[in-house]
């Protein structure tokens, strides 16, 4: 199959999905429509970023694809496939939505497709548009279930986020006058014209424009300090769409970040723009740590361990070489298959008690011990515990930054880990093993099929990537490293 | 770069559509009336349109007669029209909850203004430059951003903030096309479609916090802390 074809069907379905949902309003036939969406999606992304003859321009310069967006595709579709199965199950047990369900499905789609699309713009200036896309849509998915916290989550996430991503934009136009400097004063300003350029560039532009997009797709990402609209709006929105946000949409926005952070590399000015990075990440370890040890609400505990793995993220790209790299791109897709499985355990465990506040969720292992015990796992691969895949992707950022230079950052990276690994898994002690004071006041279907293998799907995968490192992605890894001008 | 050979008229009239602008931010920091705010906005966003058709007439740029007529449609009339939409379905004709006295803000504005006056200075220091309009413009561009997103925190109605991400991007596009005003066509264009969007989105939001929450106050979005 053709490339070209290949990411005609990877956005055509969804885009189905939408009209189809929206034309037929049935509440039965938009949820197979997006989980078929979802399927195709995946099919399609998943051998993406191992095609050969990567990178290529496609669309009159306006796609590119390459492996590093092309990774990002697969992990959104992974996150997709996950939440549409999920959607059904937990969707449903609210009956008195179900007018509203075709809404949701099209609106879940569309957000799949922005996501889908943003890595892979291959001009800055459309690049924001995308992101700023994804941030419109999502909004409504927050807001979704329409009362007073969710319309709160809703109002700050689009307020907070559009006011932090113009200084992308901001920085965005000064890069592209420094390129003037280069190219003339009309050029288009791609991610490979940027690189080409930067060395030429003057330095005060290059570094100024980086610190403002960092700062701007930073607050997209949700590192601290400009992490605060991501709790509330991964804590309201429903339990699929809280997993989208956080194993899809942050990584889009870290692709800017890190293709950024290769001009500077290639200009030889990379030192200020690695180490602003690795100050946010230990920042937003820090943050996460701080508010995961006193957390009293579910979803916003798994939030907050949100904010933390973008930590991880930045300080892997932050702390750079080979190894850092593949460090992150690693973490990321294991990120992407832990994160969900813990929102839909959190999905369930609110659904049946009735209640967010971890306090109210007790007897975990009487009330459902299968899905139960997929979620305890969820929450030990979540931390960083072996088997699971994020003990090896935050062992090999570890070890990257364990040089004289970052040292500093390593010990605390280390440090953090250990007091969110005990106060994370010592909240889910409390729900399984305390006693409850109250009995369950919930008697549903919680553990149908839909929500249930939606859980255990991503824990083979995590099992399988905790023991063994594919070699293909070895290879990969280094093809993107190289490709973002990464030392050894 | 258009700025470094500009004939004295142009660069005089750039220099006061760019200080008025700047003007009428501070027109905006000052009032406590919505539909005072919104208009100094619409009246900003016109002036941006005729400082972009100017400076396609004196640089020979074409297409930014598109971007002036789309500016002065877009955020001179559409976005105007549906903010004052709004603002009738609203009982807030003004900011009812003061965080700073007006003066206060106004003095910190100044601030904001001499702060951005000095990062411009340096940079185009660095860079070599000396042409009076491309200060101001980096001024100018850097001074509404901090202004903006001074009139975020200081400001609580859901309009007010709605207009404080206008001006955000008000900067931008005034900066922009005086310092790059090659920068392509089709994003500009996109840029101000995707601004409408924004608006509406944002309509939809305000009519839903009155509904669910009776309020369009963000002094009254506290449920979700910790």
Not at chain 1, 1 to 7: C, K, N
Not at chain 1, 391 to 397: G, H, M, N, V, Y
Not at chain 2, 141 to 158: D, N, P, V, Y
Request: hydrophobic share 55%.
């Amino acid at each position: 199959m053709s490339l070209t074809a290949r990411l005609l069907i990877l956005s055509l379905a969804p885009l189905l999905a939408v009209l189809l949902g929206l034309l037929v309003r049935r509440a039965r036939s938009s949820e197979y429509l997006n989980l078929a969406a979802s399927v195709v999606v995946l099919l399609m992304a998943l051998p993406l970023p191992f095609l050969g003859g990567l990178p290529i321009t496609l669309l009159g310069g306006y796609l590119l694809v390459d492996p590093l967006g092309a990774w990002v595709v697969m992990c959104v579709a992974v996150v997709y496939l996950l939440s549409s199965i999920y959607a059904i199950g937990y969707m449903r047990h609210d009956v008195h939505r179900v007018s509203q369900l075709p809404l949701f499905y099209a609106l879940l789609a569309a957000f799949a497709l922005t996501m889908l699309i943003a890595p892979l713009v291959n001009s800055i200036g459309v690049y924001w548009i995308a992101i700023e896309l994804t941030t419109l849509v999502s909004t409504f998915l927050v807001g979704f279930e329409r009362n007073a916290e969710s319309m709160e989550a809703a109002w700050k996430y689009i307020i907070v986020v559009s006011s932090g991503i113009s200084l992308a934009l901001l920085g965005t136009a000064l890069l592209y006058w420094g390129g003037t400097f280069v190219y003339g004063q009309t050029y288009q300003l791609t991610w490979a014209s940027l690189a080409q350029a930067a060395p030429h560039m003057p330095p005060v532009l290059l570094k100024m424009g980086f610190l403002l997009a960092l700062i701007g797709y930073g607050t997209k990402v949700g590192l601290a300090p400009m992490h605060t609209w991501l709790p509330d709006a991964h804590s309201e929105g429903p339990a699929p769409v809280s997993a989208m946000l956080s194993g899809a949409l942050l990584n889009t926005a870290m692709v800017g970040i890190v293709r950024f952070l290769a001009a500077t590399d290639a200009a030889g000015q990379g030192a200020l723009p690695h180490a602003a990075l690795v100050i946010l990440g230990v920042l937003s370890l820090l943050v996460g740590a701080l508010f995961i040890v006193r957390q009293r609400q579910i979803k916003r505990l798994m939030a907050y361990s949100s904010v933390e793995h973008m930590g991880v993220l930045a300080l892997g790209f932050g702390f750079g070489g080979t190894l850092g790299v593949a460090g992150a791109l690693y973490h990321m897709i294991n990120h992407s298959l832990a994160k969900p499985l813990l929102f839909f355990g959190a999905g369930n465990a609110m659904q049946h008690y009735r209640s967010k506040r971890i306090a109210d969720i007790r007897g975990v292992w009487q009330a459902f011990p299968v899905s139960g015990a997929i979620w305890l796992c969820g929450a030990v691969a979540i931390t960083g515990a072996p088997p699971f895949g994020l003990f090896l992707s935050e062992f090999a950022i570890l070890r990257a930054g364990w040089n004289a230079r970052y040292l500093w950052a390593a010990l605390a990276m280390l440090l953090l880990l250990i007091v969110i690994f005990v106060a994370f898994l010592n909240h889910f002690r409390a729900m399984y093993l305390a006693e409850s004071t109250t009995a369950p006041v919930g008697h549903d279907h919680w553990c149908g099929g839909w929500r249930v293998v939606p859980m255990a799907l991503p824990l083979v995968p995590l099992l399988v990537l905790g023991v063994w490192w594919p070699s293909s992605w070895t290879t990969l890894f280094h093809t993107i490293a190289n490709a973002l001008g990464a030392t050894p | 770069m258009l700025a470094d050979h500009l004939d004295p008229m142009a660069a005089s009239l750039f220099s006061l559509l760019v200080i008025a602008s700047l003007l009428l931010a501070f027109v905006m920091l000052g009032s406590r009336w919505l539909k005072d705010y919104m208009l100094a906005f619409a009246a900003q966003s016109w002036l941006i349109g005729i400082l972009s058709a100017l400076i396609g007439y004196y640089g020979g740029y074409r297409e930014l007669y598109w971007v002036a007529g789309f500016t002065v449609l877009f955020r001179g009339i559409v976005l105007p029209w549906l903010i004052l939409r709004i603002l009738r379905r609203l009982n807030t004709a003004r900011e009812l909850h003061e965080v700073l006295s007006t003066s206060t803000s106004l003095v910190i504005g100044a601030a904001a203004v001499i702060f951005a006056l000095v990062v411009a200075m340096r940079i185009t220091k660095d860079l070599g430059i000396t042409s009076n309009v491309v200060v101001l413009a980096l001024t100018v561009m850097f001074s509404m951003k901090l202004i903006g997103f001074l009139m975020l925190t200081l400001r609580h109605e859901a309009i007010s903030q709605i207009l404080g991400i206008l001006v955000l991007e008000n900067g931008i596009f005034l900066g922009t096309q005086i310092l790059v005003p090659g920068m392509p066509l089709m994003i500009e264009l996109v840029l101000l479609f995707d601004l409408l969007v924004a608006v509406a989105c944002f309509g939809v939001l305000v009519r839903y916090l009155l509904t669910h929450i009776g309020s369009t106050s963000s002094r009254d979005l506290r449920r979700l802390t910790g």
